[in-house]
């Protein structure tokens, strides 16, 4: 009897456990991913009508901070969330991003300033955005941890559907500059109280829970052909993604929108993201996940066509709809692809490496989709290569296997 007690009480304290870490992924990638990432875009033509920066300039911040950060940065984060857990990374991601979101408001059109906070914002992505969450889930959840993926990734789509309305209302009402700084300060309130409290999960928790996984050496990993299918189609998607969202905004405002309509369509757009990372978590713990992560690819290329048509009503709307839910599973479902092909025990240093990749093609191509604009007078040219890459992603990702590979890597 008191046996049946303590393990009740055992389990009791489990599930609490996970919801809480669920709770505190939820609140980092809303701040950081859904507030940071998402919130910036919307004020980008700010800062092209303040400054007279070209599209091609104001995206640079980003594919610059990136390329410096994510390859010396990224590859160290992956083995240090391994070793020493999330937590203390994930403090100082959160202080970092607000700190970059504060000073970018405050440049004064100093394009050296603008690139030293967008080095800020790189570090605190790589610290406390996905990586992190995606390694303290995995960690957690055996089963239904796609589930568990797609619950905490839903505070991107919260994050990112109140950033822009939030910020056209603080705009209206004090400018540009205080909004984004306003931003800057909520990241840190919401995305850090959680996770002081963050309880590292040791090894031997998971031994007892379940067979432990053999070790796989990153040396294993590299030499995967799956692991570079991976890396490359993941590119392909995460590049287009970044292409088409961080110049909606833009491209909104060459047709017309005024600011509150397009922050609404920008919304929307995260809005439907929360369906495509509920319903893509729960079709990938039901189904291969290598064709749900098809699906998800060719949703994103399908919705980009609707950007180049004639106007009709609900043109916009449509896009928003099947877009959105393409980019609520796009993030989510490589983190989970990558644990059945390389095991949760690598996972961090094998999303250390993939995120390095993914946040290359990232940042380079809504630079090269502002280029093409800026050469071009149009984005016509820029969405049909964004088409075609989204394509070509969906070709490689066919090549990866239905099942896990760890046997094969052990």
Not at 18 to 25: E, S
Not at 140 to 146: A, C, I, L, M
Not at 344 to 364: C, F, N
Not at 382 to 393: K, P, Q, S, Y
């Amino acid at each position: 009897m008191i046996e049946n007690k303590k393990s009740l009480s055992a389990a009791s304290t489990k599930k609490s456990s996970k919801t809480y870490i669920v709770a505190t992924a939820f609140l980092s990638l809303f701040a950081i991913v859904g507030f940071a990432f998402y919130g910036l875009p919307f004020f980008f033509d700010f800062m092209t009508h303040d400054f007279g920066w070209s599209r091609t300039t104001v995206t640079s911040g980003n594919a610059l901070a990136k390329l410096l950060v994510a390859p010396l940065f990224g590859f160290i984060a992956g083995w240090m969330i391994d070793r020493y857990g999330p937590r203390r990374l994930m403090l100082i991601g959160s202080v970092l991003m607000g700190v970059a979101l504060m000073g970018l408001a405050n440049t004064g059109g100093s394009l050296s300033l603008f690139y030293l906070f967008y080095i800020f914002n790189a570090l605190g992505y790589v610290c406390a955005g996905p990586l992190p969450c995606q390694v303290l889930i995995s960690r957690w959840f055996d089963q239904n941890r796609g589930k568990a993926m797609g619950i905490a990734y839903l505070g991107i789509g919260a994050g990112g559907a109140i950033a822009p309305i939030l910020a056209a209302k603080l705009e209206s009402a004090f400018g540009w500059n205080i909004s984004l700084t306003c931003l800057g300060i909520l990241i840190i309130i919401v995305s850090m109280p959680l996770v002081f409290f963050i309880r590292e999960r040791g090894k031997q928790e998971i031994k007892v829970e379940k067979k432990p996984e053999p070790p796989v050496s990153i040396k294993s990993v590299l030499t995967n052909r799956n692991f570079y299918l991976l890396a490359l189609g993941s590119m392909c998607a995460i590049g287009v993604v970044g292409g088409v969202g961080q110049h909606l905004k833009l491209y909104l405002r060459d047709i017309s929108f005024s600011q509150e309509n397009a922050a609404y369509i920008m919304s929307l757009v995260l809005m439907m993201s929360l369906v495509g990372r509920v319903g893509m978590g729960w079709l990938a713990d039901i189904f291969s996940r290598k064709h749900v992560m098809i699906l998800i690819y060719l949703m994103v290329a399908s919705a980009i066509p609707l950007l180049l048509l004639p106007d009709f009503p609900g043109r916009i709307y449509i896009f928003a709809v099947v877009y959105g839910i393409g980019l609520g599973g796009d993030y989510m479902i490589i983190p989970l692809m990558a644990g059945d092909l390389f095991g949760v025990r690598a996972l961090g240093r094998t999303m250390g490496i993939v995120l390095v990749a993914d946040g290359v093609a990232e940042s380079l191509f809504p630079m090269l989709v502002g280029a093409m604009h800026d050469a071009n007078g149009n984005y016509t040219l820029a969405f049909i290569v964004l088409i075609g890459v989204a394509l070509t992603g969906s070709v490689i990702i066919s090549f990866l296997p239905k099942f896990s590979t760890q046997k094969t890597l052990c």
